[in-house]
């Protein structure tokens, strides 16, 4: 049921319950996947691409050219 991606109001649908029973159920279910979900190990090289460092500016270079000249003033 979870693996299929529906909203609560969808698994409420297929199971004959109302949205908030649904609601309820998901939410449960949900957080006791994510209770034994184990915390990823990583190792080895990661790689990054275009990283988006000044958020809310985007398609706004002005804003960032005058950010970037106040910043330079703060040493």
């Known amino acids: 049921m979870m693996g299929l991606n529906l909203s609560s109001e969808q698994t409420g649908q297929e199971l004959d319950l109302d949205k908030d029973g649904a609601h309820q159920m998901t939410a449960q279910l949900r957080s006791g996947v994510v ?14 691409d275009e990283v988006y460092i000044v958020a809310g500016h985007k398609g706004h270079p002005e804003a960032v050219k005058k950010r970037a000249s106040t910043d330079a003033g703060d040493d």
């Open 35 to 48: 209770d034994i979900k184990p915390e990823p190990t990583l190792k080895g090289t990661v790689e990054c």
